[in-house]
């Protein structure tokens, strides 16, 4: 399976984004799809995931009620980012495990390319 992350791009403080995520094939069921995120000279952090009926949704403290994770159950995924700060500011990856849910990306097999939000302040 492949991942191709799309939909970055600048925006001002306050702006919204929606990145999606595209796999080549449909991956399998039971997986979990997730987004994560790579600033400048910091480690990788989880951002959202989403279980594979979408039923179970997961965010990271610092963008929840802000960022919105959803699937249309086929090959894609997206990110609705809204109210966007300059901290978002990030390359942004999207990624997908067969099974349970975790934050650390070392727990991820398949990952996109990254696509990357820049938000001005």
């Known amino acids: 399976v492949q991942l191709q992350a799309s939909g970055g791009g600048l925006v001002q403080a306050g702006g919204s984004l929606r990145l999606s995520c595209a796999a080549s094939?449909?991956?399998?069921?039971?997986?979990?799809m997730a987004w994560f995120r790579q600033a400048p000279g910091k480690e990788r952090e989880f951002v959202a995931a989403?279980?594979?009926?979408?039923?179970?949704t997961y965010y990271a403290d610092s963008v929840k009620g802000r960022f919105a994770i959803s699937t249309d159950n086929a090959k894609n995924t997206y990110l609705q980012m809204n109210s966007l700060k300059p901290e978002d500011t990030a390359l942004y990856y999207c990624?997908?495990?067969?099974?349970?849910?975790?934050?650390?990306?070392?727990?991820?097999?398949?990952w996109g390319q990254g696509t990357l939000v820049t938000v001005s302040s």
């Open positions: 989403i279980s594979w009926s979408g039923s179970s």
């Open positions: 990624a997908a495990r067969l099974g349970s849910f975790y934050t650390a990306p070392r727990y991820y097999n398949y």
């Open positions: 094939a449909h991956p399998f069921s039971r997986y979990i």
